[in-house]
């Protein structure tokens, strides 16, 4: 397959990604839960994170520790203080009219910096370089009745107002929409494995794109809510900005909205104030010294991560070093197959199915892996009937995708549909027969031709839905075909 | 008897010997605020009800003999930046005119908790930027001693209350002098205590790193009483320092033999009225009479104090007071159009015209390309000032100086000219750059005009700085004269 790369296009896609950290139990800031998903609108809040005067901000000390793991993952050095800057600017979602966040310039420092993340696209190795990992508060939730455009009003939901964010920044290493959707899979394979967000990656990753191509300027793409989308929104830009090369004109610098609707991005108003967050440090926090200490303390409790788990998979499970890549790009897949090995003995087997059938299957219907029903233990029910030749690993196949769609067991879908192997010789002999009176003519060629054999077989197939044991079938048929 | 005349620790040994009852107490102040308001307008709103409710609570568990706390029954009023839990705080403001908070100041919670009873929210400068309770939306308090002229401020209503016995106790913020100045010019005490000592959970911020809600009161044993209640760690506040709880009435004697006493030379300089400064020489000549030793200190920088210190006030209070949009509480201005254009209209309607300057100027000063110049400037000369006190105090146990370079103005006689009215500030701000704990106690009059001395001390030295006070009040007495209304 080829890269993908548009050769001589100097192709830059560089990534803002936010990250929640939703494993916390509080907000960054007050007391409230962080884990707001499924709460009626408005109802984890309280003075602190509604902004009301007089309230302080108190530093949650597991969200630094928190973002010091994934600063961690990321080969990022940490700065030895935590301090927090003041971005000022009006918005509706900013329950202060300023948010608390980090800053790079002014004395101040962000988390950490430098760093990278190494990944495989299509085989090939991919290293994209980290600029820095910082520390803020979410703003709260807009929702636009319609679209953003022709809303007439704005609903907001400060339930995920100061929930703790990470802003992950990296340099324009990316040359390919594909390249930047591999490096989102597999941040978000990091982010699952440390276990800093909510099981439910879904929304507690957000993404920002930027994006030159030669001779243009730098396009800010916001608003994209997906990973399928980010690698989408990135095709339509440099698609976009190809075509006004073509025309001999050139990207603006502007920040573009992505419409999820309609699959193409808009060109956002600019507002005046972007340019001027007049960040100060935030007064209320004290700086939070990281100590040497701290940071070997944080480390030494840090979970497995998924380049790990890989090497751990090629040598404890034997199987090949893309099936591990495969597999360890999504914790609950990485777990779902350890699970499945205690199981069963062929690994090899597991891999192969959760590969080719598994994830496929999970792709094909759209469902998130986080959502898959299916366990380990239906999973492995499923190979251990093709096994002990229940079915057909044609058939296993077929309940495998219906198991997935409509949440059934694997074996519930068998016993539903009928799907058993039939292995009874009197019952296929049953069947030969009827096939036998309804094909004379090829009866009687199968005496001497092969391929008159092949059709009766077939025959027997289509009546018994393909249950029929083909072993057994053949062996009735010739023997029939002897006795006349 | 007038008990709201009275002291906080005379009524607190009265109350629970039964010979009066807190409910007495509450009646006589609230009896007091009818009479005189109309003249003086201290008071922002009165809780009468719920203020008579308490008193007759704490009155139920003295005659049940359980323990009760160190303001037992005694009325305490509040500025109105605090945040009373279901209580009006305006911050002097048509902005929060219609603000009733959720939850209560840390202060408010330690304050009830001794068994004292918030009375009401006293009237302030407009989200306390001001020197003399003018730029209130709801009118100026008068001072007092003279009902021409202003009471200080910002905490302007707090100390007026005192003065003129509508309270007992009260509490202020001092950002650059908002306690200690009102304090001056109406007589009574007022400090403002080291920076993180007392929880600003619930102060509506105006400059956050400058600040600190501070106990005013009619004598300094009061306002040590009232101090040793609100003083202590606060884990709502980041910025507030782990201390051991102390008792500050126990550092009270007359004994001041050997103090050394710095007296701060470029606060007797140009712009000093020569009445205050005889006044505050005065004072310092009866502190050697108590055995104190006094000298000549300096502090240099002087001069660049006060653009320092509203450089860093501004631009904090830009940021601060950007969360006013008339969206979650408060007021909103009727307004057609989209949210930027309500809550720009809701701004220009619901702040005053000093609150305006200093957002402005606030928020020029934090733009790109003047924030090295002017905020980063001004934390460096903050630093160089903090030193110049650091230096000073490792000489004196404490420094004096005039509280304010004047006497109590002519309402509406300097209001015009902000330049003027912020370089009143040039004693007061210096203290809050530093974050050291001063005192203002009353130290004489002049045509029946009161004048303030400061007391300064080292950082979290606040005993050494309410001995020293309290042994000049003891010697001398000013505490006890009272206006005429
Ligand atoms: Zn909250």
Redesign the interface.
């Known amino acids: 397959m080829a890269t993908g790369r548009d050769e001589g296009l100097d192709v830059k896609i560089g990534l803002e990604v936010h990250v929640q950290l939703t494993a916390l139990k509080t907000k960054l800031f007050c007391g409230c839960s962080a884990n707001y998903r499924g709460m009626p609108p408005n109802t984890l809040t309280c ?1 602190i994170c ?10 949650n000390r597991k969200a630094v520790e928190h973002a010091m793991m994934v600063a961690l993952a990321l080969n990022s050095s940490i700065s030895r203080q935590m301090i927090f800057f ?1 971005k ?1 600017y ?1 918005y ?1 979602d900013l ?4 948010q608390i966040s980090q800053y790079d310039k ?2 101040g420092v962000p988390l950490s910096t430098g760093g990278w993340v190494e990944f495989a696209v299509n085989g090939e190795k991919k290293k994209v370089r980290i600029r820095r990992i910082q520390l803020e508060e979410d703003p709260a939730r807009l929702t636009y009745p319609g679209t953003i455009t022709t809303s007439s009003y ?1 609903l907001v939901d400060f339930n995920r107002a100061g929930v703790a964010l990470l802003e992950i920044v990296t340099e324009p290493d990316m040359e390919t929409p594909e390249e930047a959707y591999f490096f989102l899979q597999k941040l978000r394979s990091i982010v699952e494995h440390l276990g800093v967000s909510s099981e439910n990656m879904q929304g507690s990753m957000r993404c920002d794109a930027n994006i030159s191509i030669k001779g243009g300027a730098r396009v800010e793409i916001k608003n994209i809510s997906s990973f399928r989308d980010v690698r989408r929104a990135l095709q339509y830009e440099i698609i976009r900005q190809k075509q006004l090369l073509r025309r001999g004109g050139a990207a603006k610098q502007e920040t573009r909205h992505w419409d999820e609707d309609r699959q193409i991005t808009v060109s956002l108003r600019v507002k005046e104030t972007e ?2 967050y ?3 440090p935030e ?4 700086p939070v010294k990281i100590s040497e200490e701290w940071i070997s303390e944080v480390a030494s409790k840090m979970p497995e991560l998924p380049d790990d788990r890989r090497e751990r998979f090629t040598s404890d499970y034997g199987i090949p070093e893309y099936d591990a890549t495969v597999l360890t790009s999504n914790k609950k897949i990485a777990d779902f197959f350890e699970e499945c090995c205690k199981l069963y003995p062929n690994p090899k087997k597991v891999a192969n199915w959760i590969m080719s059938d598994l994830l496929r299957n999970i792709n094909e219907t759209g469902i998130d892996v986080a959502e898959m029903s299916i366990t380990a233990e239906q999973f492995i029910d499923l190979l251990k009937m093709i096994d002990e030749e229940l079915i057909s690993g044609k058939i296993a196949k077929r309940v495998l995708r219906e198991a997935i769609r409509t949440g059934r067991s694997p074996r519930k879908v068998v016993e539903d549909e009928g799907l058993l192997k039939i292995s009874d010789e009197k019952m296929i002999a049953k069947i030969v027969d009827e096939v036998f009176h309804e094909f004379e003519g090829a009866v009687a060629d199968a005496k001497r031709d092969r391929k008159a054999v092949n059709f009766l077989v077939g025959q027997v197939m289509r009546k018994t839905r393909g249950r029929a044991d083909p072993e057994i079938t053949n062996k009735v048929i010739l023997s029939k075909l002897e006795e006349k | 008897m007038h008990l709201n005349s009275l002291t906080c620790h005379e009524l607190v040994e009265m109350i629970k010997a039964q010979t009066v009852t807190a409910e007495e107490v509450v009646e006589h102040v609230f009896r007091r605020i009818s009479e005189v308001e109309g003249k003086i307008n201290a008071f922002i709103s009165t809780f009468n009800e719920s203020a008579l409710d308490k008193a007759r609570e704490i009155d139920e568990k003295i005659r049940r003999g359980e323990s009760v706390g160190l303001l037992a029954g005694i009325p305490v009023a509040v500025k109105d930046n605090i945040c009373t839990r279901g209580k009006l705080t305006t911050c002097g403001s048509k902005m929060l005119s219609n603000y009733i908070p959720p939850y209560n100041a840390t202060v408010i919670e330690k304050i009830e908790a001794a068994g004292g009873i918030i009375i009401g929210k006293t009237n302030m400068d407009e989200f306390a930027m001001g020197n003399s309770t003018e730029t209130s939306f709801f009118g100026c308090t008068r001072n007092p001693w003279d009902i021409t002229r202003v009471p200080g401020g910002s905490s302007g209503g707090s100390a007026a209350a005192l003065a003129s016995d509508e309270t007992i106790l009260a509490l202020g913020s001092d950002t650059g002098g908002s306690v200690r100045c009102p304090a001056s010019f109406c007589s009574v005490v007022g400090l403002k205590p080291t920076y993180g000592l007392v929880s600003r959970y619930g102060l509506v911020s105006y400059a956050n790193s400058l600040e600190q809600i501070g106990p005013m009161a009619k004598d300094v044993l009061d306002c040590a009483m009232l101090f040793t209640v609100i003083a202590g760690h606060d884990p709502r506040d980041g910025t507030s320092v782990p201390r051991r709880p102390c008792d500050y009435t126990k550092a009270l004697n007359d004994e001041i033999k050997g103090v050394k006493v710095g007296v701060l030379k470029e606060f007797f300089a140009v712009g000093l009225d020569e009445r205050v400064e005889k006044s505050v020489l005065n004072a310092v000549g009866i502190l050697e009479d108590l055995g104190a030793t006094c000298d000549g200190a300096s502090i240099s920088y002087l001069e660049y104090a006060v653009p320092t210190y509203y450089l860093i006030a501004m631009s904090e209070a830009s940021s601060n007071l950007a969360r006013f949009d008339g969206l979650r509480y408060g007021f909103t201005a009727k307004c057609e159009g989209d949210w930027n254009e309500v809550f720009s209209t809701t701004r220009g309607e619901g702040f005053g015209g000093e609150v305006k300057r200093r957002v402005l100027l606030g928020t020029f000063a934090l733009s790109a390309g003047y924030y090295d110049r002017y905020y980063l400037k001004a934390l460096k000369v903050r630093t160089l000032i903090k030193r110049e006190f650091e230096k000073a105090l490792s000489k004196f146990d404490v420094l004096v100086a005039p509280t304010m370079p004047i006497l109590p103005f002519k309402i509406g006689e300097v209001i015009d000219d902000p330049l003027a009215m912020y370089m009143m500030d040039i004693d007061t701000v210096p203290v809050n750059l530093a974050g050291v704990p001063s005192i203002s106690v009353p130290c004489g009059f002049v045509d029946g005009l009161p004048v303030g001395l400061q007391v300064i001390g080292g950082f979290f030295d606040e005993e050494m700085v309410l001995k020293v006070a309290y042994a000049f009040q003891e010697h001398t007495k000013f505490n006890l004269k009272k206006p005429e209304i």
């Open positions: 003075p509604l902004g009301h005067p007089g309230t302080l901000p108190v530093l003041r000022n009006f509706v329950p202060k009219n300023f002014a004395g704005t340019s001027d007049r960040y100060f007064p209320d926090l004290v």
